[in-house]
């Protein structure tokens, strides 16, 4: 790796380089369901109008990795994008190759997962996402499996469904168990398999944990997928419709747990010789699930035992540790991320969150490595565990405290951060909810302003994705907002594809920034920005800074 070259025309700052990510935060396209406009946002507004550079940036589809411009951003492939100052193909687009050429079913791990249900007569069952929401997985990908498992000769598999209204509108689950169950009798219809779904819940009230925050989501779900406890329904379809009817108003993404019943028994619990694929292929929220199957011990819940089964995930989802140990699809190999440069510069870094975004501003910025390099400094702030609705502030102001003392004790020249209010909160769809978050995320920014002033430093604020700037359903033949039967917008709870903003502040004026003439920018563009405002030359195949300086 070449080192990082100093820029003539402009040496860096006297104080830090502070990279502001306001997760969730863009700019949205309707006035009345842009939360991010509708919250009282004096700094943000203060900083369109009078920040040295003001841009607006892609932060979704192609500009991050994705196989199109119609799927919406996420954090992960995101904070890969800022950190690594280049775009790779990500996710969805990488299975859905391996699936179109073939090769998922040519790898090894395949082969073992086949190999061992045909040799033992045992079950092949699949864990994951019932949507094509393509954040965290795509239905799609799971009937082409199914389809090529029954081609193998594989007669028995059983699906434990985790069903979405988060990437998706949040009540849109029967349109997708509807499109299932029929997809599912279809390649039942010849009598030689037995493919069914065997337990599922929303994927905010079992399985999907991520960062340690709270495991009994994954308790919940480990009892339902594995050891067959849970409400017991003829079928998916009548889970879904009793849970409504019991509590109207419930959103897909918090159903209870439940498990199909067939003969008055639990239809698919994984036994000794079975096969399992988590087919999610996003990383946060398969590690926690997967260490249940994986780790000899588990002290985070009273696991029972282990039962002895080929488990894979989609994809590795922590290359460091090597988590799964089998896995069918690689990941992009990301190196050269701003944060090796830098530390081979030997520039201290500070990277900082809360436990919801901690992972993004570390492991997923730093091209999924969960290892620190030699000059960075990582800080958790542990999470609030309750509906991110109930406490819509979360940790921004202990994350600012954080930050301004990391600004005056001039110990650190880049520190990197994620409010995490603008998606965790907008995701809960309580628009009253997310206004307050956005607030509490301006409020942060101001006081990072005013430390910066103090000390000549200069921010670079932007954000990984919209989510808060996009809160109600749109109908898209008319494009005016959908309304409940009180007149109120029905709530959207998924990620925006609109743009995000940038704004680079320098109160001393020391950099003389100014816009280049970068074409169709998007957030891979930070790296660049960043390296260029601390006073170095940006990596010549890093997409180009978005600002001239000096």
Not at 125 to 149: R, T
Not at 504 to 525: C, L
Request: glycine residues 10%.
């Amino acid at each position: 790796m070449d080192k990082l070259q100093k820029n003539n025309a402009f040496g860096g700052p006297e104080g830090p380089v502070v990279l502001v990510i306001m997760d969730g935060v863009g700019i949205g396209k309707n006035p009345a369901s842009d939360y991010v406009k509708i919250a009282h946002t004096p700094n943000l507004d203060w900083l369109k109008e009078n920040a040295a550079v003001y841009a607006e940036v892609k932060a979704h589809g192609r500009a991050v990795g994705l196989p199109d411009d119609s799927d919406m951003g996420n954090s992960e492939v995101g904070h890969n994008a800022i950190g690594c100052g280049r775009v790779f193909d990500q996710g969805a687009a990488l299975v859905g190759n391996a699936i179109k050429t073939g090769a998922m079913f040519e790898g090894q791990a395949w082969k073992e997962l086949i190999a061992n249900v045909k040799e033992k007569e045992s079950a092949l069952h699949f864990i994951g996402l019932l949507s094509d929401g393509n954040v965290h997985s795509n239905m799609y990908h799971l009937e082409a499996m199914l389809k090529q498992a029954k081609e193998e000769g594989v007669v028995k598999v059983r699906i434990h469904a985790l069903i979405d209204g988060r990437d998706v509108p949040p009540t849109s689950a029967l349109e997708y168990v509807e499109r299932f169950d029929a997809f599912l009798a279809e390649m039942n219809a010849d009598g030689t398999v037995d493919y069914c779904v065997a337990s599922g819940g929303g994927r905010m009230n079992i399985t999907m944990d991520r960062y340690n925050a709270d495991w009994s989501m994954v308790e919940r779900g480990w009892a339902a997928h594995v050891k067959g406890e849970a409400r017991k329904f003829a079928s998916m379809k009548e889970a879904v419709e009793t849970f409504r009817a019991e509590k109207p108003g419930i959103l897909d993404q918090d159903l209870p747990a439940f498990t199909i019943e067939r003969d008055g028994a639990a239809v698919g619990p994984i036994v000794d010789g079975d096969s399992v694929v988590f087919f999610n292929f996003r990383g946060d929220r398969s590690l926690e699930i997967t260490k249940a199957f994986e780790a000899d011990e588990l002290t985070e819940f009273n696991r029972g035992p282990k039962p002895n089964v080929l488990y894979a995930g989609m994809m590795e989802y922590d290359g460091d540790l090597s988590v799964p140990k089998r896995y069918l699809v690689t990941p992009p190999a990301i190196d050269r991320t701003m944060s090796e440069y830098l530390s081979a510069a030997g520039v201290k870094q500070l990277a900082i969150s809360e436990t919801q975004k901690y992972g993004h501003v570390t492991y997923f910025f730093n091209g999924n490595n969960s290892g620190k390099f030699a000059t960075e400094t990582w800080k958790e702030i542990p999470s609030d565990v309750c509906p991110f609705e109930n406490a819509p502030r979360m940790k921004a102001d202990e994350i600012t405290e954080e930050v301004v003392k990391a600004i005056q004790s001039g110990e650190y020249k880049f520190i990197r951060l994620n409010y995490p209010n603008g998606d965790m909160v907008g995701h809960t769809g309580v628009v009253e909810a997310v206004k307050v978050g956005v607030e509490a995320v301006d409020e942060g920014v101001g006081k990072i302003m005013e430390a910066l002033k103090k000390v000549n430093g200069i921010m670079v604020c932007s954000a990984d994705h919209g989510n808060s700037d996009d809160m109600c359903e749109l109908d898209k033949k008319t494009g005016e907002l959908k309304l409940d039967s009180n007149g109120k917008c029905k709530p959207k709870t998924a990620h925006s594809l609109n743009p995000v903003p940038v704004y680079i502040y320098d109160p001393s004026g020391v950099s003389k920034a100014r816009m280049s003439d970068v074409k169709d920018p998007g957030i891979a563009n930070l790296a660049a920005t960043c390296i260029t405002l601390l006073g170095y030359v940006p990596p010549a195949d890093y997409t180009k800074s978005l600002v001239e300086v000096g």
